[in-house]
């Protein structure tokens, strides 16, 4: 078992580190250049990785700038203020508002054809509601 993990280990630490270093931003590398460094980590697996980790790559934490970066919905506290409100982004009522006012209206022209219906109906002699329309 000991034999393995001595192979497994250097193996998978190579690999790693030839990933890392060929998905790197050349910005981001240090010393020499970003092929010089693949060739290494492949060449010395070992110590090619093993260096590429510790001095190979800038390892300090980039942060985003406020307004160019994306923001996660549920970070974004505009966002979370405009589910509250019931507003979207661009000011307007959110999609439920919009829905409900928009049912607001089917319901009430559909009040307003069935109460035409009632009068050319009863107009005619009174039928009962449930009777259908006379021709």
Avoid: H
Avoid at 27 to 53: C, D, H, M, N, T
Avoid at 110 to 129: A, F, P, V, Y
């Amino acid at each position: 078992m000991f034999r393995v993990l001595l192979i497994l280990v250097p193996l998978a630490l190579s690999i790693y580190a030839f990933i890392d270093c060929i998905t790197t931003d050349e910005q981001e590398v240090r010393y020499i250049p970003k092929p010089l460094w693949a060739i290494l980590v492949l060449l010395f697996p070992l110590v090619g990785s093993i260096a590429w980790l510790i001095v190979g790559r800038d390892r300090t934490v980039r942060r985003p700038a406020a307004r160019g970066g994306w923001v996660a919905p549920d970070d974004n506290p505009e966002f979370l203020d405009s589910l509250k409100d019931g507003t979207g982004d661009d000011g307007e009522a959110g999609s439920a508002g919009k829905d409900d006012k928009e049912l607001r209206e089917w319901e009430e022209e559909l009040r307003l054809r069935e109460e035409e219906l009632k009068r050319r109906e009863g107009g005619n002699g009174g039928g009962s509601e449930d009777s259908p329309p006379k021709s």
